[in-house]
């Protein structure tokens, strides 16, 4: 099974993970990431408790790259810290950069995206790196104020 098979059927597998989309009681952290170009329009909610990350939904829609790095980020940092979830960002937003010298990432910091490296596949896609990026964004504000 070549790359481009896998990465197809892990995006849909991802995009149809409806249980993830739903709005949570009372979240700690609200951010949205809105793409008007295409329409995707996602809201992150994570519910914090002693700098953990308890719970993590999403609501809105989108397409199929989106919400199904939506839902690899929210199975990503479920459980983590703050902390954690900051780092994840910053590796992802490394991988993504467009920057033809870019460091590559080390097996320890892909082991750390799980299944959000097939996204990797999308940074070649120039149309197609904001509906991956777009929850990324939203956690990225997040952790960062």
Same mark, same amino acid.
């Given at each position: 099974?070549?790359?481009?098979?896998?990465?197809?059927? $892990?995006?849909? #597998?991802? *995009?149809?993970? =409806? #249980?993830?989309?739903?709005?949570?009681?009372?979240? $700690?952290? @609200?951010?949205?990431?809105?793409?008007?170009?295409? /329409?995707?329009?996602?809201?992150? #909610?994570?519910?914090? %408790?002693?700098?953990?990350?308890?719970?993590?939904?999403?609501? /809105? *829609? /989108?397409?199929?790259?989106?919400?199904?790095?939506?839902?690899?980020?929210?199975?990503?940092?479920? /459980? =983590? $810290?703050l902390? #954690?979830?900051?780092?994840?960002?910053?590796?992802?937003f490394?991988?993504?950069?467009?920057?033809?010298?870019?460091? =590559?990432?080390?097996?320890? %910091?892909?082991?750390?995206?799980?299944?959000?490296?097939?996204l %990797?596949?999308?940074? =070649?896609?120039?149309?197609?790196?904001?509906?991956? $990026?777009? *929850?990324?964004? *939203?956690?990225?504000?997040? @952790?960062?104020?």
């Amino acid at each position: 099974m070549d790359l481009e098979r896998i990465y197809q059927q $892990t995006i849909l #597998e991802y *995009s149809r993970r =409806k #249980e993830l989309n739903h709005e949570m009681d009372n979240p $700690t952290y @609200v951010e949205r990431g809105h793409n008007p170009n295409c /329409g995707d329009d996602l809201t992150l #909610e994570l519910k914090v %408790e002693n700098n953990v990350i308890v719970d993590a939904a999403f609501i /809105g *829609s /989108g397409c199929a790259i989106s919400t199904a790095s939506m839902a690899m980020l929210i199975d990503l940092i479920k /459980g =983590k $810290t703050l902390e #954690e979830a900051k780092e994840k960002v910053d590796i992802f937003f490394k991988m993504m950069s467009i920057d033809e010298n870019k460091e =590559k990432l080390t097996k320890e %910091e892909m082991k750390k995206l799980g299944d959000a490296v097939l996204l %990797e596949y999308v940074a =070649k896609m120039p149309a197609r790196v904001k509906c991956a $990026t777009l *929850s990324w964004h *939203s956690l990225k504000v997040i @952790v960062e104020n």
